[in-house]
């Protein structure tokens, strides 16, 4: 998995409760990503980073929050978690190589909130 | 936002056949397209990619061919073996690549 790490592999959450998602990456990669897998709705993206302390929203951004203080490290943290969070969630990292941004993607952390 | 599709959720082909996956996107503007193997259980593994100055890349047994005129992307898996059921996505992005658009997903099925 391309030097890609996740933590917690698996979290069953309470509704409300605050949860946080841990990615981490040895291959130095200037971007990370945090996505989400339901369904019938494939990968959407939630939040990005491209370097330290600079994250942007992506398309399902609401209701979570993102850090990343190390270049290794990309927390996504769900500050209040509900059902309609319980999904499948993908780190991935990317470099630019040959002017384009491969993705490469960790194993995943199945959330669930009852 | 962006609309990625596949035209078939499922596949399934005999093995040693060729295999076919189809993707449509929507956004003329998308310079950059990622092939992903997902299996069970596991993150979306790259499999190949194109940029849209090309209309054909090869790797080892797969082949990804891009038609900009009709937006439209596919996949073709030469020798399909039992190893290759997976879900294949397609991913689109343009500009700088920040930010993929994935499609829903094809599931192949190699029979034996």
């Known amino acids: 998995d391309a030097g890609i790490t996740q933590s917690p592999r698996h979290k069953v959450t309470e509704t409300g409760t605050p949860v946080t998602l841990r990615c981490h990456q040895t291959?130095?990669?200037?971007?990370m990503y945090w996505y989400r897998q339901d369904p019938g709705h494939g990968l959407r993206l939630i939040h990005y980073s491209y370097g330290v302390k600079d994250t942007d929203k992506g398309e399902v951004s609401d209701g979570y929050s993102v850090s990343r203080s190390k270049t290794e490290d990309f927390l996504l943290t769900l500050e209040s978690a509900t059902s309609s969070q319980t999904s499948v969630y993908f780190c991935?990292?990317?470099?630019?190589?040959?002017?384009?941004?491969?993705?490469?993607f960790g194993p995943g952390t199945r959330l669930t909130v009852t | 936002g962006e609309s990625v599709g596949l035209h078939l959720p499922t596949l399934s082909v005999q093995e040693g056949d060729n295999s076919i996956i189809n993707c449509a996107y929507s956004n003329s503007a998308s310079d950059y397209f990622i092939w992903y193997k997902q299996e069970s259980g596991k993150g979306p593994q790259f499999i190949i990619d194109?940029?849209?100055?090309?209309d054909k890349r090869q790797g080892q047994r797969v082949t990804v061919l891009l038609n900009k005129t009709v937006k439209h992307l596919s996949l073709q898996i030469a020798a399909t073996q039992p190893g290759d059921s997976a879900v294949y996505f397609c991913?689109?992005?343009?500009?700088?690549?920040?930010?993929?658009?994935f499609g829903t997903g094809t599931s192949l099925t190699v029979i034996p």
């Open positions: 991913a689109e992005s343009k500009n700088t690549g920040n930010q993929f658009y």
């Open positions: 291959e130095n990669h200037r971007y």
């Open positions: 194109i940029r849209s100055n090309m």
């Open positions: 991935a990292i990317s470099e630019s190589t040959r002017g384009v941004y491969e993705q490469y």
